[in-house]
């Protein structure tokens, strides 16, 4: 039985790409890790559609497939009771805590911290201040295609930074935060490393004996700018307006990582680490634009659709909320008539009863003076609408990474299924699997 155990996850990480940075002299802390603690694969889902990030780690906080737990969309988890690991250990009598889990409801009931990913409703836990800051990385986060910060968004942010921003990151920090208009992916990098400050900090004042910290960056950056990386040996290139020539988003937000494995390492010298990635990327073989509404509200209002409420969720989807079912089909029926003027169209959308799951899936370059329509009917240029997120680069694989630093190397079995992670941590954690059946 461990004296505390961090899991961390590191969202859709490409450990092949992890090696090969490693090989030119980059990520130290990694390689040593590899080479002391090896590295398993874990698989999942067969289906590309289930091949989601919001499906494989509920998958890996409850040990349940996809057929089993059904989670199919990011947020979907607050409608469901399913145990998940934070609250099996509590049940154990461990003490726990979270910072951002992705697509995990908050039901502890006296959690040492719990911070929930910025694109599901449910509970949080540790203070006035965690709760502020979280509101603010959410608000930045939703709008980030925007790049809209509020002023309070933006006063909660620095007097966040003030509190949980680790002295020897502020050098970082400030890099950072003065690059990033001409590098925009330094502010998803910015956030996760006041992540795991925050995290840091977090576990530090609680003692908590089991902690899990997600980070979503790399998943970001690498649907946006793996071509760009230096591993990436396909035939596409990203364009210069899109980012400068000679520029590796994917090296700068692993090695962001690999200081923060050896910070974690170096604050809780005691504690054994996990790390987990649910899934990887690989290269995307065409050209494939991201857009996202501008004003979703304005948006629905501007097409004639009736809702009660609107939720931006990651990238290009948002939850539309209907009066009732009738209102609900109404609306359904105008998404699915929208489309660019050449026809094709924009949305893709899952009715839910009262509630629509939408993704804006319009695919290619969207000029100033493209219009859009409803039915046939002209509704407008479609481009004041969106703004632009981003090129894909990335796509999902189902198979995932995993590490211990409680095994060395030549123990390491060949592979596992992602079910087995709650397995291995309850058993790690001295957990009694039989008498928990």
């Given at each position: 039985?461990?004296?505390?155990?961090?899991?961390?996850?590191?969202?859709?990480?490409?450990?092949?790409?992890?090696?090969?940075?490693?090989?030119?002299?980059?990520?130290?802390?990694?390689?040593?890790?590899?080479?002391?603690?090896?590295?398993?694969?874990?698989?999942?889902?067969?289906?590309?559609?289930?091949?989601?990030?919001?499906?494989?780690?509920?998958?890996?906080?409850?040990?349940?497939?996809?057929?089993?737990?059904?989670?199919?969309?990011?947020?979907?988890?607050?409608?469901?009771?399913?145990?998940?690991?934070?609250?099996?250990?509590?049940?154990?009598?461990?003490?726990?805590?979270?910072?951002?889990?992705?697509?995990?409801?908050?039901?502890?009931?006296?959690?040492?911290?719990?911070?929930?990913?910025?694109?599901?409703?449910?509970?949080?836990s540790?203070?006035?201040?965690?709760?502020?800051?979280?509101?603010?990385?959410?608000?930045?986060?939703?709008?980030?295609?925007?790049?809209?910060?509020?002023?309070?968004?933006?006063?909660?942010?620095?007097?966040?930074?003030?509190?949980?921003?680790?002295?020897?990151?502020?050098?970082?920090?400030?890099?950072l935060?003065?690059?990033?208009?001409?590098?925009?992916?330094?502010?998803?990098?910015?956030?996760?490393?006041?992540?795991?400050?925050?995290?840091?900090?977090?576990?530090?004042r609680a003692?908590?004996?089991?902690?899990?910290?997600?980070l979503?960056?790399?998943?970001?950056?690498?649907?946006?700018?793996?071509?760009?990386?230096?591993?990436?040996?396909?035939?596409?290139?990203?364009?210069?307006?899109?980012?400068?020539?000679?520029?590796?988003?994917?090296?700068?937000?692993?090695?962001?990582?690999?200081?923060?494995?050896?910070?974690?390492?170096?604050?809780?010298?005691?504690?054994?680490?996990?790390i987990?990635?649910g899934?990887?990327?690989?290269?995307h073989?065409?050209?494939?634009?991201?857009?996202?509404?501008?004003?979703?509200?304005?948006?629905?209002?501007?097409?004639?659709?009736?809702?009660?409420?609107?939720?931006?969720?990651?990238?290009?989807?948002?939850?539309?909320?209907?009066?009732?079912?009738?209102?609900?089909?109404?609306?359904?029926?105008?998404?699915?008539?929208?489309?660019h003027?050449?026809?094709?169209?924009?949305?893709?959308?899952?009715?839910?009863?009262?509630?629509?799951?939408?993704?804006?899936?319009?695919?290619?370059?969207?000029?100033?003076?493209d219009?859009?329509?409803?039915?046939?009917?002209?509704?407008?240029?479609?481009?004041?609408?969106?703004?632009?997120?981003?090129?894909?680069?990335?796509?999902?694989?189902?198979?995932?990474?995993?590490?211990?630093?409680?095994?060395?190397?030549?123990?390491?079995e060949?592979?596992?299924?992602?079910?087995?992670?709650?397995?291995?941590?309850?058993?790690?954690?001295?957990?009694?699997?039989?008498?928990?059946?």
């Amino acid at each position: 039985m461990v004296q505390q155990l961090i899991f961390l996850e590191l969202n859709e990480v490409n450990f092949d790409f992890i090696r090969a940075y490693i090989a030119r002299g980059y990520l130290p802390r990694l390689a040593q890790l590899i080479e002391t603690h090896g590295v398993e694969h874990t698989t999942s889902e067969h289906q590309y559609e289930h091949l989601e990030p919001w499906i494989q780690w509920v998958t890996a906080h409850t040990g349940l497939t996809f057929a089993e737990h059904g989670v199919f969309r990011l947020g979907d988890i607050v409608s469901r009771d399913i145990p998940q690991i934070w609250e099996v250990l509590e049940d154990q009598g461990f003490t726990v805590g979270a910072i951002s889990p992705m697509n995990a409801k908050h039901r502890l009931r006296n959690p040492a911290f719990f911070v929930p990913d910025p694109w599901t409703k449910t509970g949080i836990s540790g203070g006035g201040a965690l709760q502020r800051l979280f509101d603010a990385l959410s608000q930045a986060i939703n709008d980030n295609a925007e790049s809209k910060i509020t002023p309070s968004s933006l006063f909660n942010l620095a007097i966040g930074a003030v509190i949980y921003a680790q002295p020897a990151n502020y050098a970082n920090y400030l890099t950072l935060a003065l690059t990033s208009r001409r590098a925009p992916w330094r502010k998803a990098i910015i956030l996760d490393l006041l992540l795991s400050d925050i995290f840091a900090r977090e576990v530090r004042r609680a003692k908590s004996q089991f902690s899990s910290l997600f980070l979503n960056a790399a998943a970001h950056i690498q649907h946006h700018y793996m071509f760009s990386a230096m591993p990436y040996d396909g035939p596409h290139r990203n364009p210069d307006w899109y980012i400068a020539r000679g520029a590796d988003p994917v090296l700068e937000v692993y090695r962001l990582y690999d200081e923060i494995v050896g910070q974690l390492q170096k604050a809780f010298p005691v504690a054994r680490l996990m790390i987990a990635t649910g899934l990887h990327q690989v290269p995307h073989e065409h050209a494939t634009f991201y857009w996202r509404l501008r004003d979703h509200a304005a948006f629905l209002h501007r097409v004639g659709i009736e809702f009660e409420e609107v939720e931006p969720r990651m990238s290009r989807d948002f939850l539309v909320k209907c009066s009732d079912e009738v209102k609900a089909r109404l609306a359904e029926v105008r998404l699915n008539q929208a489309a660019h003027e050449d026809g094709t169209p924009l949305f893709e959308v899952d009715n839910r009863g009262t509630e629509l799951f939408v993704m804006f899936t319009f695919p290619k370059e969207i000029q100033p003076n493209d219009q859009f329509t409803i039915a046939e009917s002209n509704c407008g240029g479609l481009f004041e609408q969106v703004s632009f997120v981003a090129l894909k680069n990335g796509e999902h694989n189902g198979i995932g990474y995993f590490l211990d630093t409680g095994v060395v190397a030549k123990e390491r079995e060949a592979g596992f299924p992602l079910t087995d992670i709650p397995r291995r941590i309850m058993t790690a954690m001295g957990v009694d699997l039989l008498e928990e059946a």
